[in-house]
């Protein structure tokens, strides 16, 4: 009982402590820029002002004091563009390259994967960390003979490589030596068996019987989940904890003999629900809603325009309450899988491989499918209510093709590319402020007040860079 008292108190705290609801609904009140919070950064966006110029020696106090360059997307990924060709054709057969993660913590992590010849190339756009300047390919030939070669991302984020050429490698484990040997020549001229006659011989088959499957690709890798976090009071700002949905998300397209899209699948896993609000979960894929058949785990928007797919609708009943109090115990990660098949089989290299359009909608009487909440920069569906947009604190321009970004440039979403620890419910400290996530991850505003320049890593495991107070660490 008493622990549902302390819950209460907390659930009105968080109420109280954000925007009232009726400045959230826009049919209710007369439109107005009037900051709900009372906080205000000098810097509004419109112009009027001129912007102050932020300290980047040292954090802020609380997000309020955040001065963040217009149309910074608090991006922590770019895409980047990998070409591969080959100019031998040893064995008549296809070989295989995987372009892996060239984090040193996660190495040899699978990101794109598929077969090369002589007249295939191999192309791909994939998802990299700004903290990673390169990536591994690994060449295997049809005998299983590999090569490894580390590949710079150059600044126009392309990577590109000839196996013929060799520019721009630096060759990690080369098996000429052991090619020099007569015996080991004769076994290593022998391709292997191709079972199911797809072109792939059967060590390079991730699905050595399926002849309509050859190969794995992935977001962010294939050992690695992403981090999604969102705040849910848009188009209000909230109190920036950044926990009242957090998820881990794993992309996979598998590909066929052809580097041809065959499946996607997709696990989310919901770790926490930190709002007073429902939320929903989808996600907006970049193929073309007919063409994506026998959908398991989740549900098909009607749109002939846009593949929008619903996951849940109701995280706090999903994962049975909250999971941001460490008072109460923790409630079990909830996982959701997700699988559709494309019967177009698309082009790998004409599709990011990515965390795509992942986005919750507030799933509550009064609000409900208007109200849906994106990562900056990430374009809303046409179910929108466009009328949310400038209201209150949103920025949103579609001309301008700015998108969930406040009037003082804060989001409502992070999409970090690692499983990352979340805040616990943050109360007012000794000196009055309520921390935020700021206080938590301490580099954070330092990296967005430098339009991420300074501390691209500020997610990462290092000295100083966390407060592990106020972690959510059951
Ligand atoms: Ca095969
Ligand atoms: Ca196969
Ligand atoms: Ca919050």
Redesign the pocket.
């Known amino acids: 009982m008493r622990t549902f008292i302390q819950l209460l108190f907390i659930i009105c705290f968080i109420s109280f402590a954000s925007c009232t609801k009726t400045a959230t609904n826009p049919n209710l009140v007369t439109k107005t820029n009037t900051n709900t919070n009372g906080n205000n950064t000098g810097n509004n966006g419109t112009g009027s002002t001129t912007p102050k110029t932020p300290d980047l020696t040292k954090n802020v106090k609380n997000i309020s004091e955040m001065i963040v360059p217009d149309n910074f997307n608090f991006e922590n990924n770019r895409l980047v563009n990998i070409n591969l060709s080959l100019t031998t054709n040893t064995y008549g057969a296809s070989h295989l390259v995987s372009v892996c993660d060239a984090d040193p913590n996660s190495i040899f992590s699978v990101i794109a994967q598929g077969s090369i010849d002589i007249n295939k190339p191999f192309a791909s756009k994939i998802s990299i960390p700004f903290t990673s300047n390169k990536v591994y390919v690994i060449h295997k030939y049809p005998n299983n003979t590999t090569n490894i070669n580390t590949l710079i991302i150059d600044a126009n984020n392309n990577v590109s490589f000839n196996y013929l050429n060799k520019t721009n490698n630096d060759i990690v484990i080369n098996h000429s030596e052991i090619a020099s040997n007569s015996t080991l020549i004769s076994s290593l001229n022998k391709k292997g068996d191709?079972?199911?006659?797809?072109?792939?011989?059967?060590s390079?088959?991730s699905?050595?019987?399926?002849?309509d499957r050859?190969f794995n690709n992935y977001f962010p890798n294939d050992k690695d989940y992403a981090t999604l976090m969102y705040e849910d009071l848009w188009p209000c700002k909230g109190d920036y904890d950044m926990n009242d949905l957090v998820l881990d998300v794993r992309h996979q397209l598998i590909t066929n003999?052809n580097n041809q899209i065959v499946d996607v699948k997709a696990t989310y896993i919901v770790r926490a629900n930190g709002g007073n609000q429902a939320l929903a979960f989808c996600n907006v894929f970049p193929f073309t809603p007919s063409t994506i058949t026998n959908i398991v785990g989740g549900t098909l928007e009607n749109n002939p325009t846009q593949s929008v797919i619903q996951m849940f609708d109701n995280c706090a009943k999903l994962l049975g309450g909250m999971n941001t109090l460490t008072k109460l115990d923790k409630l079990p990660d909830q996982t959701v899988k997700l699988s559709f098949s494309l019967s177009n089989k698309p082009k790998l290299s004409d599709y990011a491989i990515g965390e795509y359009n992942p986005f919750v909608w507030v799933n509550i009487t009064g609000k409900g499918r208007g109200y849906e909440i994106h990562l900056p920069g990430h374009e809303s569906t046409s179910l929108v209510d466009t009328k949310l947009f400038k209201y209150a604190d949103d920025n949103t321009e579609v001309a301008k093709n700015r998108y969930y970004l406040a009037k003082n440039n804060l989001p409502w979403g992070l999409m970090i590319p690692r499983s990352l620890k979340y805040c616990v419910e943050l109360t007012m400290t000794d000196d009055g402020i309520i921390p935020d996530i700021t206080q938590v991850y301490l580099r954070f505003a330092q990296w967005a007040q430098s339009g991420g320049k300074l501390y691209n890593d500020w997610y990462t495991e290092q000295t100083n860079y966390r407060n592990d107070k106020y972690i959510y660490n059951k």
């Open positions: 191709d079972s199911d006659g797809d072109g792939i011989v059967n390079l088959d699905y050595p019987s399926d002849p050859a003999a």
